[in-house]
């Protein structure tokens, strides 16, 4: 672990330890796959605290950790397990003309917030549609970021605060169907992405692949139904538990994967 991860643990220690000792919910800043993975490492560490992760919406990558005393659980179990009350919000990013826009990328939105000197871990997922974003941040930088955000590289845009629940996002994925030997992760991957599994090896052997926001580095781990697999690089998808065996004894498997 270098000094950077270190540096991480000991901050999640603090928020969970100031969380038992105070006895109040205490969040984390957005995390990204590797920061949950370590995260996830330093579980055992932890004081017998409830913990949560939210991202804003399903299938989110970057997450926010909920450190949560136990005088709190019933609260949290009545609030649809605790998401409405993450201090997050959700921001939805429209061209003020939308027959003078130019087409817009994750990057062009990301970059445009990063310029009004916002620090990326104030900030989540962006999810991009045709015609607007959706921009997961912290609760407090709401109010800024709907003031400030009115340019988009050279498109004027109009930035609002949005209910999360009112969001209409439906990630785009496409259904990958075929066989392999075994749920190993090097044997669903290479189906996944259409590519051999000896190109896999050196990314999860690497630390570039992520089941359920954990680092993976076995390619001989064993897939479970409903699995989130992220593949930096390469994109993410679900898997879901193979439907049968052929006569050779291969697995047909389906995939959802995000496009």
């Given at each position: ?20 000792m ?21 579980a055992e ?103 400030e ?70 390619n ?8 989130l697999?992220s ?29």
């Amino acid at each position: 672990m270098n000094r950077e991860d270190e540096l991480l643990k000991r901050h999640l220690l603090d928020l969970a330890n100031t969380a038992y000792m105070r006895q109040t919910a205490v969040y984390s800043d957005f995390l990204n796959l590797w920061e949950l993975h370590i995260y996830h490492k330093t579980a055992e560490e932890f004081p017998p605290i409830r913990r949560e992760v939210f991202g804003g919406y399903e299938f989110a990558e970057r997450q926010m950790v909920a450190f949560l005393p136990d005088a709190l659980s019933f609260d949290w179990e009545e609030s649809d397990a605790g998401r409405g009350t993450f201090p997050i919000q959700c921001l939805v990013v429209r061209p003020r003309n939308e027959k003078f826009t130019e087409t817009l990328s994750h990057r062009d939105y990301l970059g445009a917030i990063l310029n009004l000197g916002v620090d990326r871990s104030k900030i989540g997922d962006i999810l991009t549609e045709p015609s607007c974003a959706y921009v997961m941040c912290q609760e407090k930088m709401g109010s800024f970021l709907a003031r400030e955000l009115s340019r988009v590289r050279h498109t004027p845009v109009m930035t609002d605060i949005c209910q999360i629940d009112q969001i209409s996002y439906t990630p785009r994925t496409e259904t990958v169907s075929g066989t392999v030997p075994s749920v190993r992760l090097d044997a669903v991957i290479a189906l996944a992405f259409r590519v051999s599994r000896s190109k896999m090896t050196p990314l999860i052997e690497g630390g570039k692949v992520f089941v359920n926001g954990r680092l993976i580095t076995s390619n001989a781990y064993l897939l479970r139904d409903q699995d989130l697999v992220s593949v930096r690089g390469y994109g993410k998808f679900r898997f879901c538990a193979p439907e049968g065996q052929t006569r050779k004894g291969r697995y047909f498997t389906t995939l959802e994967r995000f496009i």
